[in-house]
């Protein structure tokens, strides 16, 4: 049994938010943020949330699957930030859609959370039985953010994509090849939110409310050292050619974090798409969300060899192998 990605969708807030919006809120300008990390803008919901976006994310790729809701068995999100402490995202992207066969569940990997779903659906599917799956990467950090330090709020946006996955028997040509995951915990405190409990009297709980803390540079170091490596694991493990790959769908988190990530790899910047510039650090979406652009942009032919990869709190990171 092989998984194979058979549709691809992807959903965005239409509020746009520039960098010169920010500089107007915190002492930040243009050309920092462009520098620094290539953003140029960010979309931010101010509407429904997260399962909404994620939802909108899904039908888009089951119509771009040609699958109706009555074929999913499973629905995966990778997300932080549903919208409640329960019920998940997952069961509510179930209950807007009426894919009433499946079950569903959110996977909590942060930025590296499509990886992981793709990888437990994919994991799923082989195992278990199950046929068709959606699989969603959808945030919305705006509603965690802390928009009065400038050394995060300029770098995230909201958005959520899909993936369509289904289970082929036979010798079939394609789909998830292999993965590689990871989680190094003792890195816990290097990017986080903390909790917002609403306090308890009975045990003297405070009420608090968390945002995103992060220690860039960490961040930074550890992106262009891990991202690498697993790629390399991947294609080794695998006996693959790196110049087998036609381009590898790195985590949105900065243009220079992937600038560094294709320096490493000795790969040049042409196979590197990039949407950074329009969208910022949506966590869990923006690999989909690019997988997204490249499919319906007609560069994806089937056979392609390519690279899913992410990174982020937890520490997590992970690298998935896909034929097209
Ligand atoms: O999904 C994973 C999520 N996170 C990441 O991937 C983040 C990885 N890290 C990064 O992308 C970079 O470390 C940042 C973009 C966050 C920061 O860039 P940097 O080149 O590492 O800058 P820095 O933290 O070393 O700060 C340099 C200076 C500091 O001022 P001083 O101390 O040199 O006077 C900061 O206070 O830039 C200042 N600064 C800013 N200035 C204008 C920090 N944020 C801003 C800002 N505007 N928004």
């Known amino acids: 049994m092989k998984t194979k990605i058979i549709g691809t969708g992807s959903f965005v807030p239409d509020r746009v938010v520039t960098n010169q919006d920010l500089a107007g809120i915190v002492d930040t300008s243009d050309e920092w943020i462009r520098t620094r990390t290539g953003i140029g803008q960010r979309r931010i919901l101010d509407g429904p949330g997260t399962s909404a976006m994620a939802a909108e994310a899904a039908r888009r790729a089951m119509d771009n699957?040609?699958?109706?809701?009555?074929?999913?068995?499973?629905?995966?999100?990778?997300?932080?930030?549903?919208?409640?402490?329960?019920?998940?995202?997952?069961?509510?992207?179930?209950?807007?859609?009426?894919?009433?066969?499946?079950?569903?569940?959110?996977?909590?990997?942060?930025?590296?959370?499509?990886?992981?779903?793709?990888?437990?659906?994919?994991?799923?599917?082989?195992?278990?039985?199950?046929?068709?799956?959606?699989?969603?990467?959808?945030?919305?950090?705006?509603?965690?953010?802390?928009?009065?330090?400038?050394?995060?709020?300029?770098?995230?946006?909201?958005?959520?994509?899909?993936?369509?996955?289904?289970?082929?028997?036979?010798q079939e040509e394609g789909g998830i090849i292999a993965a590689d995951l990871g989680s190094d915990g003792r890195k816990a405190a290097v990017l986080q939110c903390q909790s917002r409990t609403m306090g308890n009297f009975l045990t003297g709980t405070k009420p608090e409310v968390g945002y995103i803390t992060m220690e860039g540079q960490e961040v930074f170091k550890f992106a262009v050292k891990k991202v690498p490596e697993c790629i390399q694991k991947v294609l080794e493990d695998t006996g693959t050619g790196i110049e087998e790959i036609k381009y590898f769908v790195l985590h949105q988190a900065n243009y220079r974090i992937c600038e560094s990530i294709a320096k490493r790899l000795k790969v040049s910047m042409d196979r590197i798409p990039m949407n950074i510039e329009h969208y910022g650090n949506t966590s869990a979406a923006t690999i989909p969300v690019l997988l997204d652009e490249l499919n319906r942009g007609g560069k994806l032919e089937p056979g392609d060899k390519i690279i899913l990869s992410g990174f982020g709190a937890g520490l997590t990171w992970g690298a998935s192998l896909v034929q097209w």
């Open 65 to 170: 699957a040609g699958v109706g809701p009555e074929d999913i068995d499973i629905i995966l999100v990778g997300t932080t930030t549903a919208d409640h402490c329960f019920p998940s995202a997952a069961c509510e992207v179930q209950g807007s859609l009426g894919a009433v066969r499946a079950v569903g569940y959110d996977i909590s990997g942060a930025c590296s959370g499509f990886i992981f779903a793709l990888s437990t659906a994919d994991a799923l599917i082989r195992a278990q039985g199950y046929r068709v799956g959606l699989v969603i990467g959808a945030d919305n950090l705006s509603k965690i953010v802390d928009w009065s330090d400038r050394s995060t709020c300029v770098l995230f946006g909201d958005g959520a994509g899909a993936a369509v996955v289904k289970g082929f028997e036979g």
